[in-house]
């Protein structure tokens, strides 16, 4: 918590936690594990920049790097006048450290980098910061190269050494300072690449902050020709959103799964005024066929003429009609089955209002029913 919260952490903070207290803190500022300073806690410096090395944050210092060069530089010296094996165990050391501490750095160095880019707001200081990187990183370049040149100097010395430990620590030493200073060159790049749209982003910001203060002042159309550029301008962030319109097949909507899509999308749109309503179920096989005699005797085209003259809808004339004796007295089912005939084959005579009619009866088993039904008139347009 100290560590991530290196500047803001209060006393009272600390002591509200249940495993500390005030004996316990004046112990580790006693260590100087912490020290306090106007009721703020904060970690050592010396713990910070150890836990800042183990996960490899923190600011880029290339002295570790020049440091461990130097002491090799020592040890090969000092093994070169006396063979003694704690000089050879000191260039071991030297060797490894030269190999972690600039992976360490490369590594700090690209991280930071990222981190101002994304995270820092100013630009000035952004592209301060990045050109300060930019100087951190030439100066590991440096740093690399004076590796291998004193590795080059010393092969012939460490041929002369048997020792299969420290022929190992150079070849992967090598590789190593050849794969970092590759990294670096794609860290160049990188760099240069920031600093080119920190210079874009700048320049822009500088252009709207010069539009916002010709529009403040009412200026913006009559000093510039914004308005102009803007009219002309072809880009599709300034057009006109245009919405896609495809026309579904009839013969889809007529199928069960258009009349399922057809509710769905009713539904959303609020369309359904009667959703107790169902559609009708299939009709019977041979619905018709039961009536085809006394449709024979029926003159059907002449009850159509006869309803043309009339001020009635059809479900009313056809109901209430007084058919000839020879073909007698029709049941309900049976008008109702002409009224629908009647509609299909003669639908271009006749006018479909959309407007619903209801009737109670009682059907055989006694059962009082309500019974809807199209008002249909005769279409006087067809008769003109």
């Given at each position: 918590?100290?560590?991530?919260?290196?500047?803001?952490?209060?006393?009272?903070?600390?002591?509200?936690?249940?495993?500390?207290?005030?004996?316990?803190?004046?112990?580790?500022?006693?260590?100087?594990?912490?020290?306090?300073?106007?009721?703020?806690?904060?970690?050592?410096?010396?713990?910070?920049?150890?836990?800042?090395?183990f996960l490899e944050i923190g600011e880029v210092t290339t002295s570790f790097?020049?440091?461990?060069?130097?002491?090799?530089?020592?040890?090969?010296?000092?093994?070169?006048?006396?063979?003694?094996?704690?000089?050879?165990?000191?260039?071991?050391?030297?060797?490894?450290?030269?190999?972690?501490?600039?992976?360490?750095?490369?590594?700090?160095?690209?991280?930071?980098?990222?981190?101002?880019?994304?995270?820092?707001?100013?630009?000035?200081?952004?592209?301060?910061?990045?050109?300060?990187?930019?100087?951190?990183?030439?100066?590991?370049?440096?740093?690399?190269?004076?590796?291998?040149?004193?590795?080059?100097?010393?092969?012939g010395f460490f041929n002369t050494i048997i020792d299969a430990e420290l022929?190992?620590?150079?070849?992967?030493?090598?590789?190593?300072?050849?794969?970092?200073?590759?990294?670096?060159?794609?860290?160049?790049?990188?760099?240069?690449?920031?600093?080119?749209?920190?210079?874009?982003?700048?320049?822009?910001?500088?252009?709207?902050?010069?539009?916002?203060?010709?529009?403040?002042?009412?200026?913006?159309?009559?000093?510039?020709?914004?308005?102009?550029?803007?009219?002309?301008?072809?880009?599709?962030?300034?057009?006109?959103?245009?919405?896609?319109?495809?026309?579904?097949?009839?013969?889809?909507?007529?199928?069960?799964?258009?009349?399922?899509?057809?509710?769905?999308?009713?539904?959303?749109?609020?369309?359904?005024?009667?959703?107790?309503?169902?559609?009708?179920?299939?009709?019977?096989?041979?619905?018709?066929?039961?009536?085809?005699?006394?449709?024979?005797?029926?003159?059907?085209?002449?009850?159509?003429?006869?309803?043309?003259?009339?001020?009635?809808?059809?479900?009313?004339?056809?109901?209430?009609?007084?058919?000839?004796?020879?073909?007698?007295?029709?049941?309900?089912?049976?008008?109702?089955?002409?009224?629908?005939?009647?509609?299909?084959?003669?639908?271009?005579?006749?006018?479909?209002?959309?407007?619903?009619?209801?009737?109670?009866?009682?059907?055989?088993?006694?059962?009082?029913?309500?019974?809807?039904?199209?008002?249909?008139?005769?279409?006087?347009?067809?008769?003109?």
């Amino acid at each position: 918590m100290l560590f991530g919260n290196k500047d803001s952490i209060h006393k009272s903070e600390i002591l509200a936690r249940d495993d500390m207290s005030d004996e316990r803190l004046e112990k580790l500022v006693l260590y100087e594990i912490i020290h306090e300073n106007n009721n703020v806690i904060g970690l050592d410096d010396r713990i910070v920049t150890f836990i800042e090395e183990f996960l490899e944050i923190g600011e880029v210092t290339t002295s570790f790097i020049n440091d461990n060069i130097q002491a090799l530089n020592e040890n090969l010296k000092y093994y070169r006048i006396d063979s003694n094996p704690k000089f050879l165990r000191n260039i071991k050391r030297s060797l490894k450290r030269i190999s972690s501490t600039t992976s360490r750095e490369v590594m700090k160095l690209h991280k930071n980098i990222d981190d101002t880019y994304k995270n820092q707001d100013n630009y000035v200081i952004k592209l301060q910061e990045l050109d300060k990187y930019k100087s951190k990183r030439d100066d590991i370049i440096n740093l690399i190269r004076e590796s291998e040149q004193i590795i080059s100097d010393a092969q012939g010395f460490f041929n002369t050494i048997i020792d299969a430990e420290l022929n190992s620590i150079v070849l992967d030493l090598r590789y190593i300072l050849v794969r970092n200073r590759d990294y670096l060159n794609e860290i160049q790049s990188q760099i240069i690449d920031y600093i080119n749209r920190i210079q874009y982003q700048a320049a822009i910001y500088k252009k709207i902050q010069r539009l916002k203060e010709l529009k403040d002042y009412e200026e913006l159309k009559y000093k510039t020709d914004f308005i102009d550029v803007v009219t002309g301008t072809k880009a599709l962030m300034f057009q006109r959103r245009s919405v896609l319109k495809s026309r579904i097949s009839l013969d889809f909507l007529y199928s069960d799964r258009g009349h399922e899509l057809s509710k769905k999308i009713a539904t959303k749109l609020d369309l359904l005024r009667n959703t107790s309503r169902k559609p009708a179920g299939r009709m019977a096989e041979g619905f018709d066929e039961s009536n085809l005699e006394e449709s024979t005797s029926l003159n059907v085209a002449g009850l159509v003429e006869k309803f043309m003259t009339s001020d009635s809808d059809l479900f009313q004339f056809v109901l209430t009609y007084k058919f000839p004796e020879k073909v007698g007295e029709l049941s309900l089912e049976k008008r109702i089955s002409l009224y629908v005939g009647i509609s299909i084959d003669y639908d271009s005579k006749l006018s479909i209002s959309g407007k619903l009619g209801k009737m109670d009866y009682v059907n055989d088993k006694k059962q009082k029913l309500k019974l809807g039904y199209a008002i249909i008139k005769p279409n006087r347009k067809m008769q003109a």
